[in-house]
Every structure is written in structure tokens, then in C-alpha cells.
């Protein structure tokens, strides 16, 4: 019976010409200037084909740099890319992806209203006039059946998760017939289970001669895992790589950053408080406006970090912008220090409580004003315990000097526009703003992404030592390892709600990682 | 039959109506639905309608061909969207000032133009008599639908059908929903939405055409009360699809007609404010779309006014 299945004509995938399984590339003394800046200086890394290469470095360390002159966004100022031993001759990135070079960027590329499919489609070099989805489908699920992994093909992108999109991005450029891949922190937005099953089918492709990897990448657990081989870059040189198996993550972690000695983590010392924030049963409508998120209760004590854990986008954002006062609740109270809260300005000075948002930037600053302002914002109007009405400049001046020295925020000046600043030193400033004085409650969201080693250290261990004075600190990370390293007690939100806690000193984080993808 | 059919005259009639209203809502609509798929706003199709109007007038009574007036509208508006879009794609240039300041000008450059034209009689575009199986007047006028509205109305099925299933429609609403993404697939998003707004403008302008030369049939300076601008609001209320842009555009069509309509059973009193029903119809089903909290679902997320 199964003969008349065979004997109807199967669809099959066949492979655009341009696919010659894995292809090998070699920067040959790459150099790249920017005027006076030196971005890139003679770096000479090698990708065998079939390979899983992990590119390291700090930010600003030119990895970034150094892909984009691969894919032919920049024209390397001196130096060669070969590919598969051949001058690459790379003139801009349609010429890279006709070469068979492709590339995963940290931020999603698919059109968030079409379908997977659609997205596949539009993304080929031979788009027909009028596309015939009956056939087009059909291909397509030929085509999903000999990968490793799949996704919904009908369904609108904005509706899949953050790990189905990066599947599909990983997918569309198989699709497309590449055959080295530059993955650019792609597990940044995946829990560990995603980011596992993502690069361990990554990893297989390579290992089929399917596909050479280039991955950018922050994290060692990955490099170990995943990687066969990798490279420092460290102020634009080529600092060191190898076989990933003989070295240790302390090794890369001291090619990286050189002669810097990264802040001491902070102890975390014995404490014990009263309730600072809390919350009772608190409810409102979320991005979309068709969800809930629903709060049935949280508090957090003085001196302690309650982290809670989550994949981007199951209310994290919104129970924020509750806290900050930007989004109304229909049910529910909150209470700092035992009176109500409705993030009016003149209760969070009362009450002491501060916000350090995501992307501090868009959601903290007002970028165009000078870094002094920025750092008044909270106090430009405080006259003790009044309000005034004219400003006092040299007050203001005279705080944000202290404040940038204290928190050794890098700026030309304190009259510089503060998106001059790099994201590290954005950081440091905005931080330094909300924990300058007495600090009840301080809330925080994905303090450290996108920041280097350094100033992730450095900020990790202000918010530890606000803690061991006796501030109450609510965390929201997408990052798992910097909630377990911080909080004392760690809470899971999925769909809009708490689902799961537990001691941060007790945590298992595939238990975690389950609660946080729904499936428990 | 004497024709007496009491207030059932009002629906007819604004049956009818809507028909023969909605066709300007649908083109600008229907042009509107394209160049916002592709991430801009053209507030100024309202100008653009009115020097259609002109345009279409004008070069019907010089040629003597009702036809050749709306092909003349429909270049007019397409000049008027290329220019839009051109100056859109400046950098730092806001696509709803430019916007204005088109409307403000094809309404100043038509009433320039057109003063000439406001006495001669311009030949008519053709209707079809769809009433034919009715003894009744009434029905007989009401059914009685202009060429345009027919061929809007399949314009209005073809574009979905582009949006869904052709190359094009695949990579306007890949423009309209991301500019990072279109670069990325080396589409080249000012060029898709200078195209894109020329064609929303070549279709206002055959709007236009409709007013002078069909209903209410001839040119002068106030032949528009707005239709472009709450052709732009409806496009929001049809949440971009242009099949919702056919029934939306009659129904705002009815709500235009509910004045007359009234007035022909002998209903005077509140005249002015039946007149004002498309408005306050804008002014109803934009605060219904509104949402204190979250995107509006289904618009592009290039547009302006949904960032």
C-alpha cells in the first residue's frame, strides 16, 4: 500500500546551483580605517570549510567590523577575503550571497507581517511575477523535510517565537543556498533549551559539510559546546584563537580583555528587610492589547534582588511600564513601603524609588540633551525638600561632575549630547542618576545588554552593593546567568504571568527553562 | 406604478448614493491602500483630487472625450505622487507636512487653472442601466452605475490579489513592514514608495475624474467636501485590505448620501447637519479604531503615524 504513496511524483528539494555544500574563508591582513580610527588592523583568521568558528571580543573590538567587510558591507581599506582559496573579490553583500557567504544578523531581518513562507520567498534572488503558493508550498515543505528542524510555514512571523524566528533565519539562508554562515550573537534573544537545540543543529549541518560558521558570540558555554575553533579580536588585532579544545574559558576570557581587570563582583552580604514594593493582584492589557498580564502577587524586601526570568515578550516590558506608571492596570494595587504607588513623580521622590529601563538610551534619556542635563533629570527641580522654578545650573554641573567621575562614565565633557556616549557609558550614566542618594526600591530591566565584560561587572556590582545597603531591587532580564548571579530569589514569567520561584542559591535551570518556554 | 413608494425611497435612495458616491472614496482609498502597504502617508490626495477634478474636466471638454479627461486626471495625480514621494525620500523630510503642503497646492493650481472651465459643459462618462428589471424610477436611479465604480470595484479584488500573490505585492508590503529587511533582500525602499505613491496618486486623480465628470458631474471650486482627507481615514478604518476599502467606501458613500436621500422624501429640517454625516462617520470610526494601548493590528509598521 505504501507503493501508490512512493509511486506519486514527490516533491523534491533540489538545490539552487550557487550551493556547493560548505564553503572555507580567509581574511588574508585585513585592515580597515575609518579616517584616523583604526577599526580593524591586519587581522588574518582562517574558517575551514565545515567548520564552527567562534569570533570573540569585546564590543568595539571590531568583530563586527570585520563581518561586515566579509559580507561586502565595508571595502577593506588593505587586505584580502579569500573564499575556498580563491580572491573573494567581494564588491557589496548581493555580490557575497551570489558568492555563497551569508549572514544571521542580532536583530531579526524577516518581515514581521509576512508568513515564513513568504518570507523564504521574497528573499530568493528569482521571485516569479505572480507566485503560485500551491507549488511554492509544496517545494517549500520538500525542503523543510530534509533539515533538521522546522517551522510553521503559514503563520505571520510576528506570531512566532523568538526561537522559531531564528530558526527561520537560519533556514532562509540555507534556503538560499549559502554555504558559510556569519552568525552574529544569534542566541541572545533564545532561552538555553533554544539556543541549545538551535546551534546544536547548527553544529550538525557543519559537521555534514553542509555549512562553514562564523559566530559571534559572548558566551563561553556556547564556544565550548558548540565551537571547534576560534578568534580574539581585541582593539581591532587578532589577539589569539586555536582549537577550542585547548583552551580554557579564562584563557579567552584573558585574550579578550588584555591588560583590564574586570570589577570584583561584589559579596552578597547577609540581609534582612520589610516588604518594600508590592503587589496584589494586578492587571492590565498587554502590547498587543488581545493579551493579559495578570500579577496575582510580588513583593520584594529591603536588600534583597528578586530576578525574574522570561523570554522577551511575555510581559515583562509591560509589568515595567506598570511600575513606571506608562501602563494603566484595570485591577490590582500596588504599595512601596506600605502606601499606594501610582508612579506619580512626586511619590517616587517620596518614596524613593528609582528605574533603570531597557535601553536606557530611548526609554531613560533624552538623547539630544547634553549629559549633564540627562544626569538632572531627577533632581533639576528639587529644591530640598520644595520645588523651584529657575534652574541652578551650577548645582547641576556640579552633580553631574561628581556623578560621571564616580561612575567613570567616558565623555569628552558633561556638556556632550549623551547618544555621543557608547552604550556601556549610557549605562553608567543613567545608573548613576537613579541610585545618586537614599534608595528604596530600584527597577531594573536587561541592565547589561549588548555591553562588554567590563561594564557589565562594573554594573553588576553597583546594583549588588544598592542591594547590601538595604535598597530592594526588582530585576527583569532575559538573560538567565545574570539572574541567577544577582537575585536572591528568582521568579519565572510566561504569558503575562508569574509561574514559577524559587531561591536563586537552589535554582535548576532546565526546571527554569521550561516554566520560561511554557511547557511545564 | 406612480413611483409612490414612501420612506422606502430613503434606503433606495441611499443605496443609490452610496453607488454613486463612494466611487472618489474608493479610488483614493484603494490608491491610498498601496502607497501606505509601502510605509508612507500621502495626506495631500485631497489636492490631488480636486486638480483630477480639473484636470479631467478640461481635457474632456477640449477633446470632447470623457475618457481622454480621466486618463489626463490620472497622469495629473500621478506627477502629484511621484512628486510627493521624491520629496519623501530627502532625508529628514516628513511625509505628512509634504502632505499638506501638496494638498494645499493642487487645490490652489486647480482653482488657477480651472477658472476657465467652470462654464463650459464637459462630455459625460458613461453609465450602465443595472435597474432595467424594475418598473419603479426610483430603483431605476439608483442602479443606474457609472463604468468607474464597476471597474473600481474590480480594481479593488485585483489588488488583493497583487498584495497576496505577485512579486510586487509581495515586496511593497516587505517595504511597508520593514526598511531594514528590504535592504537586506536589496530591495531599495524609496524607489517601491515613490512608485507606490505615484500609483495612490494616478488613482486620486481618476477619483477626480469621477466628481466632474459623472457626479456631481461638473467643475468648480467646490467640487470636493473632503474626500480625500477621510479616504485616507478610511483606509485606516479597512485596516489596509482593499477589499474592506470597497465596503467601507460604500459605506461611507451611503453616509454622504443620507442628506439628499431625506431631502427627496420632503425631510428639511437638520439639513446641514445630514450633510455633515461622512464627517462626523470619520470622526465616529476613527475614535472607534483608537486604542489607548498597543499598534494598531495590521498597519504597516513603517508608517509614520503607527510608529
Redesign the interface.
Known sequence: MNMAAMAEPAATYTKPDSAKGAIGIETVGMTMRFGSFTALDNVSIQVKPGSFHALLGENGAGKSTLVKCIMGFYHATSGNLLIDGFDGDVRD??DA?AKGLGMV?Q?F??????TAA?NL???RAD?????N?DSELKDLRAFMDAMPFRVPLTEPVHRLAAGEKQKLEILKQLYLGRGFLILDEPTSVLTPDEADEVLGHVRKLCEAGELSVLMITHKFREVTNYADEFSVLRRGKHVGGGKVSEWGHSDMAAMMMGDAKPAEPASRIETSGAPVLELEGVRA?????LGEISIASLSVRSGEIVGIAGISGNGQMELMEILTGQ??TSAGTIKVNGSPYHATRAESRRLKVRYLPEEPLHNACAPRMTVAENIAFRSFEANGADTRFWLAPGEMRRRAEHLVADYKVKTTSIESPITALSGGNVQRAVLARELDGEVDLLVISNPCFGLDFTAVAEIRARIMSARNTGTAVLLMSEDLDEILELSDRVLVMSEGALVYKCIAAQADIPTIGQHMGGHA | MNGDIGLWAVPIAMLGGAIRVSTPFLFVSLGEVITERSGRINLGLEGTLVFGAMAGYALAYMTGSAWIGVLAAALAGAVFGLVHGLLCSLPKVNDIAIGIALMLLGTGLAFFFGKPFIQPVAPDLPAINLGWWSDLPQVQAALRVNVLFIFGAVLAVGLAWMLK????G??L??V???S???R???IQPARVRILATAFGGALAGIGGAYLSLFYPGSWNEGISSGQGLIAVALVIFARWSPINCFFAALLFGAAGALGPALQSVGVTTGYYLFYAAPFVLTLAVLILSS?????L??A??ELSITK
Open positions: 553583500p548581493r550571497h544578523y536583530h531581518t524577516l518581515v514581521p507581517a509576512l513568504e520567498v521574497i528573499s521571485v516569479p511575477a505572480v507566485v503558493w492589557r498587554d502590547r498587543s492589547g501602563r494603566p | 500573490r505577485t512579486r510586487i509581495l515586496t508590503r516587505v511597508g513592514d520593514s531594514d529587511a528590504a537586506a533582500l536589496g486604542s489607548k494601548s498597543g499598534a493590528t495590521g504597516p509598521r
